[in-house]
Nanobody, 115 residues
Framework: QVQLVESGGGLVQAGGSLRLSCEAS????????MAWHRQAPGKEREMVAE???????DYLDSVKGRFFISRDWASNTCYLQMNKLEPDDTAIYYC?????????WGQGTQVTVSS
């Protein structure tokens, strides 16, 4: 199973930016999709952004135009650039990958946006 290490969460004021990183173990060619999900208190986990095969991306409607997902093959790392953050973006953000070994989740990183 792919191991994931996340970083980059923190506290930011509304309108600010953060970049999350998710470094995956193993062969990059083994991973065909990388994504970020989030879960706010009392709410279900939802997919925020996904990148497939390193090129095709999809976003939650509420983050389109503010969040951008990318993948660096050399370091086997997925990034989520989050701009114009809003208090409703406050949640634990989880990295998720789909690979030929099966699905894997990261441990989660807290993002808190103050108004």
């Amino acid at each position: 199973q792919v191991q994931l290490v996340e970083s980059g969460g923190g506290l930011v004021q509304a309108g600010g930016s953060l970049r999350l990183s998710c470094e995956a173990s193993g062969d990059p060619a083994n991973i065909f999709a990388m994504a970020w999900h989030r879960q706010a208190p009392g709410k279900e986990r939802e997919m925020v952004a996904e990148i497939v095969d390193g090129s095709r991306s999809d976003y939650l409607d509420s983050v389109k135009g503010r969040f951008f997902i990318s993948r660096d093959w050399a370091s086997n790392t997925c990034y989520l650039q989050m701009n114009k953050l809003e208090p409703d973006d406050t949640a634990i953000y989880y990295c998720f990958v789909r690979s030929w070994d099966g699905p894997s989740w990261g441990q989660g990183t807290q993002v808190t946006v103050s108004s």
